[in-house]
């Protein structure tokens, strides 16, 4: 008898107590079923509760990949209790430190850069020197490298979201605050093209998407602010002065607070998004 049977998944306990798992695929000679192998990680997803919606078939050399996607009702989020104000996390996204997490000063992370932007510079380096030859082995290696790439910056994404949930359902908090980067590759246009080039070759779209469907999996809210002077703006006095910070050093010239300018940034985005 089937343990578990949906459209797509099905799966049969044969008679020496092994399981055999069949996957209902769609073809142009209608539905078939094929003998498949789901792995330990993603079996974890289907023991907890996660339910198939959707998937779509991958060829890689001669192995064919049937990527499924779940879904699963989220929690209610945590709200505060009546007459209390909520706790929020902020979070300032950069590159030289990707995120910087702060939870009412006292728990902050720093998720480091720097090995992300060589391993970016290498990506483009490997295109320049491909597309600099032309040949026809060059254009695959071309789109080769391009699905890499991809891959291996979602990962990252996925990484670095995970973390930062993480830090935030330690901390118990109601939610997380960020910036609101809608059109930030437009205004980033500044400095010279090894730090334009830094800037746009990274997904804040497919980051901030991750976040929102990571956190409300842990009853977190997603709270968005405006980014303006979030990182020049002192989270004490609330003194604003764009030559308060220098490089990544903030001084109030009011009050005198020094502390790093990202830190401060995410401070303020939670105070911020608390207002």
Same mark, same amino acid.
């Given at each position: 008898?089937?343990?578990?049977?949906?459209r797509?998944?099905?799966?049969? /306990?044969?008679?020496? =107590?092994?399981?055999?798992? *069949?996957?209902?695929?769609?073809?142009? #000679?209608? $539905?078939?079923?094929?003998?498949?192998v789901?792995?330990?990680?993603?079996q974890?997803?289907?023991d907890?509760?996660?339910?198939?919606?959707?998937?779509?078939l991958?060829?890689?050399?001669e192995e064919?990949?049937l990527?499924i996607?779940?879904?699963r009702?989220?929690?209610?989020?945590?709200?505060?209790?009546?007459?209390?104000?909520?706790?929020?996390?902020?979070?300032?996204?950069?590159?030289?430190?990707?995120?910087?997490?702060?939870?009412?000063?006292?728990h902050?992370?720093?998720?480091k850069?720097?090995?992300i932007k060589?391993r970016q510079?290498k990506?483009?380096q490997?295109?320049?020197?491909?597309?600099? /030859?032309?040949?026809? =082995?060059?254009?695959r290696? *071309?789109r080769?490298?391009?699905?890499k #790439?991809? $891959?291996?910056?979602?990962?990252q994404n996925?990484?670095?979201?995970n973390a930062?949930v993480?830090?935030?359902?330690?901390?118990?908090?109601?939610?997380?605050?960020?910036?609101?980067?809608?059109?930030i590759?437009?205004?980033?246009k500044r400095?010279?093209?090894?730090?334009?080039?830094?800037?746009?070759?990274?997904a804040?779209?497919?980051?901030?998407q991750?976040?929102?469907?990571?956190?409300a999996?842990?009853?977190?809210?997603v709270?968005y602010?405006?980014p303006?002077?979030?990182?020049?703006?002192?989270?004490?006095?609330q003194?604003?002065?764009?030559?308060?910070r220098?490089?990544?050093?903030f001084r109030? /010239?009011a009050?005198?607070?020094?502390?790093?300018?990202?830190?401060?940034?995410?401070?303020h985005?939670?105070?911020?998004?608390?207002?």
């Open positions: 008898m089937p343990e578990r049977s949906n797509s998944l099905r799966k049969i /306990k044969q008679a020496d =107590g092994s399981e055999k798992v *069949l996957f209902s695929i769609s073809t142009l #000679q209608g $539905r078939v079923l094929t003998e498949g789901i792995g330990a990680f993603q974890r997803y289907l907890a509760g996660w339910e198939p919606t959707g998937a779509m991958v060829c890689r050399g064919v990949w990527q996607s779940i879904e009702e989220a929690p209610e989020l945590r709200a505060p209790t009546p007459g209390q104000p909520a706790r929020l996390a902020g979070v300032d996204m950069g590159q030289n430190n990707l995120a910087v997490f702060d939870f009412q000063r006292t902050t992370a720093f998720f850069g720097g090995a060589d510079r990506f483009r490997l295109y320049q020197s491909l597309q600099s /030859k032309g040949t026809r =082995g060059a254009r290696k *071309l080769q490298l391009g699905g #790439q991809r $891959r291996w910056q979602r990962q996925h990484l670095l979201a930062i993480r830090e935030a359902a330690v901390c118990c908090a109601h939610g997380i605050a960020l910036e609101n980067l809608k059109g590759r437009e205004r980033g400095g010279n093209a090894k730090q334009r080039a830094d800037f746009h070759c990274w804040f779209g497919e980051l901030r991750m976040l929102e469907y990571k956190a999996a842990q009853g977190l809210a709270h602010v405006n303006y002077g979030t990182s020049k703006t002192c989270p004490c006095c003194h604003f002065d764009p030559n308060q220098k490089k990544h050093v109030c /010239k009050c005198q607070y020094e502390l790093h300018a990202d830190l401060v940034g995410a401070r985005i939670a105070q911020r998004a608390c207002a």
